[in-house]
């Protein structure tokens, strides 16, 4: 007899109607967007922020070095003594003052230079100020040296490569940023559903245990249709609501940004600036031409099949073994023991994934770990942005569902013996027997 | 084939402990059959096992002339000791959920649990959720689930734990009359009034081994000690008691009656009838009391334990 839809269809109800999770469902994305209006709001205002800062220099070689900004105005000191000076910054509690002593030779200038402020300056200011003194000294090097003006302008070069595969596809930086945001999302977004409904499974064998239902419930279905019943019904109500937040949190998102007149949008862009210049790109509208290109290149069609298949692929084995775990305990504070193992190889995917997939995305790290079946979801997820051959996807989807068939067979196996189980902790060695009985 | 339900030398072992060693079951149709032993004897295995909870290491069991199957599990209703239903589901709904789990189609079930709630008068509790109920009304809940399916075979164990007596009574009036409709019961308890009061047979497991089963009647036959409770009543109460010394194994008796002198537990031998020992007794003194000695099931429980 299939009960499976039965079994779906009640777990996906009761964990919709279920009190908290409507109120999750529907608090969450406010108070994620209450946290990012906050901290946008505060930015904007740090941004906003004048400041004046007073400058002593005693040795003369910096002047004109400093010009005025939008947000920082300079002022320039003559005949002050360092103490009238710092007394007059004081009184008009302006930002600081940056003091440069008398030296004899610009060689010594580099040695000579102290910023004094009430509060210790942000580190943005400062190396603000440091590059520029430093381009400055260079250039006067350079000039005390023979170079003229003209030539030190000349020298200097931008670079970007142009990235071309064999078979003429090109690349470039921000092409891999947008790569880079993808399967990033994508791996993240597993990651997450893994975590948060795959407790919420585990959760709900325990209490089937603990309101010892569970006797009657498979007297009359097999345990591991009850399992997978479970599995899908939380998956499907897990889905449900993220569908809920990401509309949710779109509408709030536009609604909070025109209340507090915040462009969030724009702060978006502004971020994903400040990563392409710490790339030293030059030219923004070609930036955005080149993510926009990238992104028509992005192997959409690999991508959501992929994103797929690896997707249920990894969540289904993850939550298998959840389900396996809230079978074997009695309460949720004894899943600590369980939890290590099967968090550890997740973390590790995460890390993979940021550190070395981005490092280099077809690596011997990042490749092996795409093939791991525990870390390949998240890690193959991230890779097949920056194209990975049919044959290793197919490979590691096959070792995937290998893996997670047996994962359902061990399972099935532990939450058998293990709903019946009361009273005491199982170890590891209690656990192996199972699979026997 | 008379027996609804046959288990053939079952055996189960978990690791290295041994569950059921060869135990053989016969439960006839229409009986109520109690399944009877100390705790941890195996008895909740055994049920599993008939529940295809479980599956046997070794030998077979039968449901009707044919071997277990998973459809047999519409014809068997189960109301384990361990009891819960889902706290936070509302009542009607689980109930209609169990009863699809069982196979039955949800306008069946919701007609079925109709009449059941009505006839036992808790038809207001259908919107209330579980964790709003007492734990007996849960019970109540929960045996009107496990015989909605109107299934061939019914397993309680410790139906009545957690009942007070009046809705006990009610619930064994129930099975009775399930009972009566055709249904075969197994009903597994440690509790030996109610196996007297309900059960045709049993079989009694003891550390994992089956050491006695047949029916009721029969083993109560053959434990009869042929020892009756005498009530007399004499002017020379010493002379009396020392004759009856004199020609029967006489046993001091505890029963309560009105004004006996003499009260006795007399034994007798094989070639003894009991028309002997009373003729006997009258010629002596005046018989206010004659009761043969029935073993309970209780005394019978304790003894075969004891002597395993």
Same mark, same amino acid.
């Given at each position: ?30 108070i *994620? ?23 002593l220099?005693? &040795? ?22 360092? +103490? ?12 600081g ?16 230079i ?5 509060e ?8 603000? =100020? ?8 260079? +250039? ?8 003229? *003006?003209? *030539?030190?302008?000349?020298?200097e070069?931008?670079i ?6 064999y078979?003429?596809?090109?690349s ?34 325990? +209490?089937e ?9 498979? &007297? ?33 998102? /536009? ?34 031409? +080149?993510? =926009? ?10 991508? /959501? ?6 997707? =249920?692929?990894g ?15 009695d ?16 973390i590790?995917?995460?890390? /993979? ?26 890690v193959?997820?991230?890779?097949i942005p ?27 196996? =532990? ?22 009985y | %084939? ?9 055996s ?10 060869e ?11 109690g ?27 039968q449901? !009707? ?23 936070? %589901? ?5 109930? $209609?959920?169990?009863a699809?789990?069982k196979?039955m ?10 009449? @059941? ?7 207001? @509790? ?7 109920l007492s ?17 061939? $075979? ?15 009574n $009610?619930?064994?009036?129930e ?12 009903f597994?308890?440690?509790? %030996? ?10 079989a ?7 050491? $006695? ?41 505890t029963?309560?009656n ?13 070639s003894?009838?009991?028309? !002997? ?15 043969e000695v ?15």
């Open positions: 007899m299939n009960h499976l839809p039965l079994i779906i269809k009640r777990e996906y109800l009761t964990k919709v109607r279920n009190k908290s999770f409507i109120i999750m469902t529907f608090l969450s994305p406010l *994620m967007i209450a946290l990012i209006a906050v901290v946008a709001y505060l930015s904007q205002l740090n941004n906003d922020k004048k400041r004046t800062i007073t400058v220099d005693e &040795s003369g070689y910096l002047k004109d070095v400093f010009q005025n900004t939008e947000n920082t105005t300079y002022n320039n000191l003559e005949d002050f003594s360092l +103490e009238e000076a710092v007394a007059l910054v004081k009184k008009t509690e302006g930002y003052l940056l003091y440069v002593e008398k030296v004899d030779s610009l060689n010594e200038v580099s040695d000579k102290k910023f004094y402020s009430e210790t300056p942000s580190l943005s200011v400062i190396s603000g =100020i440091e590059g520029r003194i430093e381009r400055r000294l260079k +250039e006067m090097k350079l000039q005390k040296d023979g170079v003229s *003006m003209a *030539m030190i302008r000349n020298a070069t931008k970007n490569i142009v990235q071309e595969n078979e003429g596809k090109t470039s930086k921000e092409g891999n940023i947008v790569k880079l945001i993808f399967g990033g999302l994508a791996g993240y977004l597993l990651f997450m559903f893994i975590i948060i409904y795959g407790n919420m499974i585990m959760r709900s064998v325990i +209490e245990k603990t309101s010892r239902i569970i006797e009657v419930i498979i &007297s009359s279905v097999k345990p591991v249709q009850l399992m997978l019943g479970k599995i899908i019904g939380t998956s499907l109500a897990g889905i449900t609501q993220f569908a809920i937040w990401v509309v949710l949190g779109g509408v709030l998102m /536009v609604v909070v940004g025109l209340i507090l007149d915040i462009d969030l949008l724009a702060m978006q862009t502004q971020q994903l600036e400040v990563i392409q210049q710490s790339l030293e790109t030059s030219g923004i509208n070609k930036e955005v031409g +080149e993510a =926009i290109v990238a992104f028509q290149n992005l192997p959409i069609l690999n991508l /959501v099949i992929a994103f797929i298949f690896f997707f =249920i692929g969540y289904l084995l993850y939550s298998s073994l959840y389900a396996a775990i809230g079978a074997a305990v309460n949720e504070t004894d899943t600590q023991q369980f939890m290590l193992p099967i968090l550890m190889p997740l590790l995917a995460v890390y /993979v994934g940021v550190f070395t997939v981005i490092e280099d995305p077809h690596g011997t790290v990042s490749t092996v770990f795409s093939f791991i079946p525990l870390t390949s979801p998240v193959m997820l991230m890779r920056f194209g990975v051959p049919p044959w290793q996807q197919i490979l590691s989807l096959l070792l995937l569902i290998g893996t997670f068939m047996f994962a359902v067979w061990f399972a099935a196996k =532990i939450y058998r013996v293990g709903i019946l189980m009361y009273g005491k902790k199982p170890t590891y060695k209690e656990l192996f027997k199972w699979l026997k | %084939m008379n027996d609804l339900l046959v288990a053939d030398s079952v189960k072992s978990f690791g290295n402990f041994k569950a059921l060693n135990v053989s079951i016969a439960v006839p149709k229409g009986s109520i059959f399944l009877l032993g100390p705790n941890g004897a195996g008895k909740t295995t055994l049920i599993r096992i008939i529940n295809q909870i479980t599956i046997p290491d070794e030998g077979k069991v449901l !009707d002339g044919q071997p277990l199957k998973p459809e047999h599990i519409r014809d068997i209703g189960y109301l384990p000791e361990e009891r819960g239903l889902y706290k936070s %589901m509302k009542v009607g709904e689980q109930a $209609l959920y169990l699809q789990l196979g189609s949800k306008s069946e079930a919701r007609s079925r649990l109709k009449y @059941w709630f009505d006839k036992l008068d808790i038809g207001d @509790w259908w919107n209330k959720k579980i964790q709003e734990k007996g009304q849960a019970q109540k809940i929960q045996f009107v689930v496990t015989v909605l399916h109107r299934p061939k $075979l019914l397993i309680f164990d410790e139906p009545f734990s957690g009942f007070d007596p009046i809705n006990a $009610l619930i064994k009036d099975i009775l009359q399930l009972r009566d409709e055709g249904a075969t019961v197994i597994s308890t440690h509790r %030996m009034e109610s196996v007297e009061e309900l059960c045709d047979h049993i009694l497991i003891h550390k994992s081994n089956k050491i $006695l089963d047949g029916k009721l009647n029969d083993i109560k036959r053959q434990y009869r000690t042929n020892t009756f409770e005498v009530g007399l009543q004499s002017a020379n109460s010493d002379s009396v008691i020392a004759e009856i010394k004199n020609k029967f194994e006489v046993l001091p008796a029963f309560k009105l004004n006996d002198d003499i009260k006795l537990n007399v034994k007798i031998d094989e003894t009838s009991s028309n !002997d020992l009373l003729s006997f007794l009258a010629s002596k003194a005046e018989v206010n009391h004659f009761v029935i073993p309970t099931a209780n005394d019978i429980f304790i003894q075969t334990v004891k002597n395993n």
